[in-house]
């Protein structure tokens, strides 16, 4: 059943236009991919129903990023930019130090309208981080007033607390709550957001839900992992945290042979499985790659018997993700 959002439909798998990883990102790498193979993979996506893309401002340099990219895919695809929902994150300043400031808020969300072009909309813009040092509720206000505006059509968050959650809900209205959620982050069934977003209604946006690759079964080691590639610094892909972390792996990977699925497809069909249960909210994965075979391999859905489902949390409970999911000064920011 398609998920209805700002009266727009969008498929149960969504896309995540790039990650700021060297393995999935579009734009923010070294060499970015050649433009011809970042639009068959994004025009792939939408294809097969994932229309629901999510992109940064920051994501790559002011020259190119998502947005840039997006501009060039519409002007060659124009037919393509009314099917496309999408999410931007930005307010950060070099650095990514979050700046949730009224007035870097508009700044921020103008940068990206120019740089999108006249093509297509932005449907929700979200502050990519929590501003510590800028009240909610002026952030939050900013925000509404560019709805007001017509600039942008609604408001999401990112990274939040269930507290933070339930406080912007009451300043405005919440389309979405983007969080990393996967088989190796469940942090968020146990901490309070799945919780405050089925109370108010909000679906979750799962960032990163194959692990950062590590749920789709292509890193066997930390040989598989280039040297320059962003991971080796996240804590969970430590030395000493990645042998314990990879005994999940292989467990879950038991489970997918099974289901005669691919791991990847096992980890999205776990999230849309759990977004099915009473207690949940709608819960949408957004994987991101540039490969189109990829695309349409995350593209398939594989719907979790209950059974299925005790088994991965019998392996989940019995093998503990050890270490934090970011660097010291990423977690200061996190769940804010």
Not at 59 to 75: A, D, I, Q, V
Not at 198 to 210: C, H, R, T
Not at 251 to 267: F, V
Request: aromatic residues 6%; glycine residues 8%; hydrophobic residues 40%.
């Amino acid at each position: 059943m398609p998920i209805e959002i700002l009266d727009h439909q969008v498929g149960n798998i969504g896309y995540g236009l790039l990650g700021k990883l060297e393995f999935s990102s579009l734009t923010w790498r070294s060499e970015p991919p050649p433009e011809e193979q970042a639009f068959a993979a994004m025009r792939a996506a939408l294809t097969a129903g994932c229309n629901f893309w999510n992109g940064g401002e920051f994501y790559g340099t002011p020259e190119h990023n998502s947005l840039t990219l997006l501009k060039k895919y519409y002007e060659k695809y124009p037919e393509d930019a009314d099917k496309v929902v999408l999410n931007i994150k930005g307010a950060t300043r070099p650095g990514l130090k979050p700046d949730g400031s009224p007035e870097y808020v508009r700044i921020s969300v103008d940068n990206c309208l120019e740089m999108l072009g006249g093509r297509g909309k932005i449907h929700m813009f979200e502050c990519a981080r929590k501003d510590p040092n800028v009240p909610l509720e002026q952030t939050l206000r900013a925000l509404a007033e560019l709805v007001d505006e017509g600039k942008i059509g609604g408001v999401a968050l990112s990274e939040v607390s269930a507290d933070t959650i339930r406080k912007a809900a009451k300043i405005t209205k919440i389309v979405v709550v983007e969080i990393e959620l996967s088989l190796f982050c469940t942090e968020p069934l146990s901490n309070g957001i799945t919780n405050a977003c089925a109370e108010l209604n909000i679906p979750i946006l799962a960032y990163s839900p194959v692990g950062r690759g590590i749920l789709t079964g292509q890193i066997k080691s930390l040989r598989d992992i280039p040297e320059h590639d962003v991971r080796r610094i996240l804590p969970r892909f430590r030395p000493e945290n990645f042998e314990v972390n990879i005994k999940l792996i292989k467990e879950l990977e038991k489970i997918a042979s099974q289901k005669k699925c691919t791991p990847a497809q096992l980890a999205l069909g776990w999230l849309r499985t759990l977004s099915k249960k009473e207690d949940m909210p709608e819960i949408i994965p957004i994987p991101g790659s540039i490969a189109v075979d990829r695309v349409l391999e995350n593209s398939v859905e594989i719907e979790l018997s209950e059974d299925e489902m005790r088994q991965i949390d019998s392996i989940l409970a019995s093998h503990e993700v050890i270490g934090d999911r970011y660097h010291a000064a990423g977690m200061e920011l996190a769940n804010g």
